[in-house]
C-alpha cells in the first residue's frame, strides 16, 4: 500500500492542513491501495495563494510562448516515463482494462498535450488588425488563475485536457483530482515537481467535493473548469455565476447511436464496443441509447447484445480482458439499481443484468448488458447510467429517429449507422449534441469537445479548449 502523507502546494510537499485521509480501494481486489490527504479549505487557501504569486508576481505568464512550450514538454516527457505505471494504477483505482488504460488512460493524454503544444505555437498571442476607425493590437492574454475539477474516469485525460491549455496561455492551475483517482494524481505531482515549473504554477489536490467548493467559492481563482456529474456542475455553474467567475463544464450525457436500415451490422457491432462499453461504460460519451428501424429490430438487437457479450469481462490488469470491474461499490450498486428500474418498467433484458462473471469473488463487475423494447421516455433511456448498460430503442422512420436522439436532457455525443454517407451527414446536421461520429465514434484531439444543453458550457480540445484559458484584450488606436 502506497501512503501520501503530503500535499503537493505551491511547488512543494505540504503538511495538509487536516487530518482527514482517503483510503483509495482497488476496484478490482477491493483492497485499499494507497491513502493520501484530503484538502480542507485552508489548503486551498494556500495553493490560491501560491498560484496567486506565481501570476500576478513573477514574470510566467508574460514568458515567450516558447519557454512555456518547453515546460509543458517536461511535462509530456515525465509522463511518458511513467506511461506503463500510470496505466496499472488507473486500471487499479477504476477498473479500466488495461489494454484500453495503455491507450486511453495514457497516450490519450500525451497525445492532448502534444496537439495543445502544436495550437498553442500556431497562436497569434498578439496581432495587428485594422478597425473600422483605428488600427488595433488583438491581445490573448491568460484567464489568471485556474481551478480544474475532474472526474475519476479518465482522470489523466481531463486534467491534461485542462492544464496544458492553462499553463500554455500562461496561467497558473490548481487540479482537484477525484478521490477515486488520487494516486495517478499524486504521480503527476511528482511528475511536475520533476518538471520544474516555476514555484506556484501548478498545485494538485487530492480531496472531495468539500475542496472543490471551496475552490469554486474562492475569491483568488479566476476560473473554474470542471469535468464531471451534471448534478454538480449546476451547482457550480450557479455559484461561479453569483461571483461571475468565468467557467467551463463539461458533464454527462445519454447519447444516442442513431442505426439507419443500410447499417452493416458488423460494423455496427464492432464499433459499439468502443463506441458504447469503453472504459466498462463510464465514459461520459458512451452511447447508450441504441436507436434502431423497427424494419431490422430484431437484427439490430442480436448485434448489439453480440457485441455486449464479445467483451470479455474480468480482472482489469490481464491483458485479455475487455471489461473490468465498476470503479466503486456505491457506482455498481447505482447501476444495479438501474438495472432493476429497467425490469420492472417492462423493458426486455436481452443478455447481462448479472454481477461478477462465474468465479470472480472480488470486484465491483456489472456484466453488459442490453435492454430491447425500451421507450425513450422510460428512466434507463432518460438517465445517465455511467456502465455498460445500452437500451435499444424502436423508431419508425428518419425524422422519428432523429427526434428520439434529441429526446434527451443531455447533448455530449452520437453516432449515425449507415452506408449511405449522405443520408449520415443529414442526421449528422440534425442531432444536437457536441460531438458525433458516423461509423464509430472516434474523438479528435484538435476538434471541439463539449456539450450542447445539460452536457456542459464550453469546449475543450484544439484551439476552441486553449480560448477557454484566454482574455481577449484590443488596444486600440496604435501608431499606423
Ligand atoms: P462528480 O460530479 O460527483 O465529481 C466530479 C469532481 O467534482 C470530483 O473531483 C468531486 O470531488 C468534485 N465535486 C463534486 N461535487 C462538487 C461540488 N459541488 N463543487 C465542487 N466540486 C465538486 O462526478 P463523478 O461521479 O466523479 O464523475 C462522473 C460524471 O462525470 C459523469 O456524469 C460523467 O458523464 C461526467 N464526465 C463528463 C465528461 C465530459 O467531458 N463531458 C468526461 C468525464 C466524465
Not at 488595433?136 to 482522470?155: K, M, Q, T
Not at 436507436?291 to 457485441?307: F, M
Not at 468465479?359 to 432518460?382: L, S, Y
Request: hydrophobic share 40%; glycine share 10%; net charge negative.
Amino acid at each position: 500500500m502506497r501512503t501520501y502523507p503530503r500535499l503537493f502546494v505551491g511547488g512543494e510537499w505540504c503538511e495538509p492542513s487536516t487530518a482527514e485521509t482517503i483510503e483509495v480501494v482497488e476496484a478490482h481486489s477491493e483492497e485499499v491501495i494507497a491513502r493520501v490527504p484530503s484538502a480542507g479549505p485552508a489548503d486551498v487557501d494556500r495553493a490560491v495563494a501560491a498560484g496567486r504569486r506565481a501570476f500576478d508576481e513573477t514574470d510566467w505568464p508574460r514568458l515567450p510562448i516558447g519557454d512555456r512550450i518547453d515546460a509543458v514538454r517536461r511535462i509530456v516527457d515525465g509522463f511518458a516515463e511513467r506511461a506503463e505505471e500510470l496505466a496499472r494504477t488507473i486500471s487499479s483505482e477504476n477498473g479500466a482494462p488495461i489494454g484500453f488504460s495503455r491507450l486511453g488512460q495514457v497516450a490519450a493524454p500525451i497525445d492532448i498535450m502534444n496537439s495543445m503544444i502544436d495550437v498553442a505555437a500556431g497562436t497569434a498571442w498578439e496581432e495587428r488588425r485594422t478597425g473600422r476607425y483605428v488600427d488595433y493590437l488583438v491581445r490573448r492574454e491568460p484567464v489568471g488563475v485556474v481551478g480544474a475539477i475532474v472526474a475519476w474516469n479518465v482522470p489523466q485525460v481531463l486534467i491534461a485536457t485542462k492544464l496544458a491549455p492553462a499553463l500554455l496561455s500562461g496561467c497558473t492551475a490548481i487540479v482537484k483530482a477525484a478521490p477515486e483517482a488520487s494516486v495517478d494524481a499524486m504521480m503527476l505531482a511528482e511528475i511536475i515537481e520533476a518538471a520544474d515549473l516555476p514555484r506556484g504554477a501548478v498545485s494538485v489536490l487530492t480531496g472531495g467535493a468539500e475542496a472543490g467548493r471551496a475552490m469554486v467559492e474562492h475569491p483568488g481563482i479566476d476560473k473554474i473548469s470542471f469535468t464531471g456529474s451534471s448534478a454538480a456542475g449546476r451547482e457550480i455553474g450557479a455559484r461561479c455565476g453569483s461571483s461571475l467567475k468565468r467557467v467551463s463544464l463539461e458533464l454527462g450525457g445519454k447519447s444516442a447511436a442513431v442505426v439507419l436500415d443500410d447499417a452493416d451490422l458488423e460494423t455496427l457491432a464492432k464499433g459499439l464496443r468502443f463506441a458504447s462499453f469503453v472504459n466498462n461504460g463510464q465514459a461520459c460519451a458512451a452511447q447508450t441509447r441504441i436507436l434502431a428501424p423497427r424494419s431490422t429490430y430484431d437484427e439490430v438487437v442480436d448485434a448489439v447484445a453480440g457485441s455486449a457479450d464479445s467483451l470479455r469481462v474480468g480482472n482489469p490488469l490481464d491483458p485479455s480482458t475487455k471489461m473490468g470491474p465498476l470503479v466503486s461499490r456505491r457506482q455498481r450498486d447505482r447501476v444495479r439499481d438501474y438495472i432493476a428500474g429497467g425490469r420492472r418498467d417492462g423493458a426486455r433484458l436481452v443478455t447481462g443484468g448479472v454481477d461478477a462473471p462465474p468465479g470472480q469473488t472480488t470486484g465491483w463487475f456489472v456484466q453488459p448488458t442490453v435492454f430491447a423494447d425500451v421507450v425513450n421516455t422510460m428512466e434507463i433511456a432518460q438517465e445517465e447510467i455511467f456502465g455498460p448498460v445500452v437500451c435499444v430503442i424502436p423508431y419508425d422512420d428518419e425524422p422519428d429517429a432523429v427526434r428520439l436522439a434529441n429526446a434527451s436532457r443531455y447533448g455530449l455525443a452520437g453516432s449515425v449507422w449507415t452506408s449511405d454517407a449522405d443520408r449520415g451527414l443529414r442526421v449528422a446536421r440534425s442531432v444536437r449534441t457536441g460531438t458525433f461520429g458516423i461509423n464509430g465514434y472516434a474523438p479528435d484531439p484538435l476538434a471541439p469537445f463539449g456539450g450542447y444543453k445539460e452536457s456542459g458550457i464550453g469546449r475543450e480540445w484544439g484551439s476552441f479548449g486553449l480560448e477557454e484559458y484566454i482574455e481577449l484584450k484590443a488596444i486600440n488606436g496604435i501608431p499606423t
